[in-house]
Structures are given as C-alpha cells and as structure tokens.
C-alpha cells in the first residue's frame, strides 16, 4: 500500500512540475476570461464524468467565491441541468447535450471552457464547433496529446500526463488558477 502511494505521490510531483511549461498559456487563459468577465460577458463549462464535476466546482467557485468575499461573476456549468440534459440527449442524442446548451447560451464576447482529458470527446467537440460559430472564445483542458480538442479551441491547456488521474489533478489546478487570476485581473478583493 505505502509503495502505490508513495508511486502515485511522485507521478503526481512529476506532472506538477512539467506544468511550468503551460504557465504562460495559463496566464493568458486568465486574461481571456477577466477580459470577458469585466465586459458583461459569462464563462460556461462542459465535462463529462470527472470533468462534468470538475466544470460544476470552477463555476461554483466564480459563481461563489474563490478566497475573498467579492461580488458573484456569472459562471454556468452545463452540466447540471438534468431536464435539459436528458431532453436534449433523448430528442437529438447525447452527442448533442452540449452543442445545444452553447447555442441556445453562449454569446459572442462569451467563453467556453471545454473539459475533456483525451480531448476526443464527441459531445464536447461539438460544444466547441457551436461556440466557434457564435464567436464565443473556447479555453480546452485536456491532456494526453490533446486530442481533436487541442486544435479546436482558442487556447488549449493540454496537461502533459497520459494518466487520466494525474490529468484530472491538474484540470482542478489550473481552475482554481483562473479563478486567482480572475479575482486578481479584476482587483476582486472584497464585495
């Protein structure tokens, strides 16, 4: 048991340190969002599985508070929605439970931030495709090699992991970093 975690610990220790390679990426990811945030607009989030609690614990975080008390930002997750989940998913197919939120949502000036840890994951993908077409920026979490969704998106933050454990890890990481860089763009102190 003590040899899993002390392997588990260390594989996580190496991922966290190549992450320093994606801190200007990052950096921009926070920018992006700031920039949308302090102009009116709304950041959505899509993930399936792990990446669906992953998008419901960022836009909580936004909706709520990171670390100060401050005002809301407007931050929706589409994956809580179980009426418009499981009508979209029955009349067009789980392919399109995403893609149909995004279109009936998301804006131009928006962002989109897109979770998926292979990056090949159909319902997300067409999420993005959507938001292309309304001009909404798209931000992809993935890792591995990033997938179909690294070359989709504005700006891709492909974690360099292959384990799906270590990928999660770091997506939670990076958005607890936009949440920081957004409090801290956006001089969010206090309410």
Not at 11 to 23: D, G, P, R, S, W
Not at 85 to 114: H, K, M, P
Request: net charge negative; glycine share 8%; hydrophobic share 45%.
């Amino acid at each position: 048991m003590q040899e899993l975690v002390r392997k588990t610990l260390d594989e996580h220790q190496q991922v966290v340190t190549a992450m320093a390679a994606l801190e200007d990426t990052i950096v921009h990811a926070g920018q992006l969002c700031a920039t949308a945030l302090a102009a009116g607009n709304r950041i959505y989030l899509c993930g399936n599985g792990g990446s669906a609690a992953d998008a419901q614990h960022i836009a909580a975080e936004l909706i709520g508070r990171f670390v100060a008390d401050r005002r809301s930002l407007p931050a929706i997750a589409l994956t809580t929605d179980t009426s418009a989940l499981t009508a979209i998913g029955n009349d067009y197919g789980y392919d399109q439970v995403f893609s149909r939120q995004v279109a009936g949502l998301c804006r131009e000036g928006d962002v989109l931030i897109a979770i998926s840890t292979s990056g090949n994951s159909t319902n997300i993908l067409n999420a993005v495709d959507t938001a292309q077409a309304l001009k909404t920026k798209v931000i992809g979490f993935t890792g591995k090699t990033g997938g179909r969704l690294h070359s989709a998106c504005d700006l891709s933050l492909v974690v360099p992991s292959d384990v799906t454990a270590r990928i999660q890890e770091m997506h939670i990481v990076m958005g607890h970093l936009l949440c920081a860089l957004i409090e801290d763009e956006l001089g969010l102190d206090i309410a």
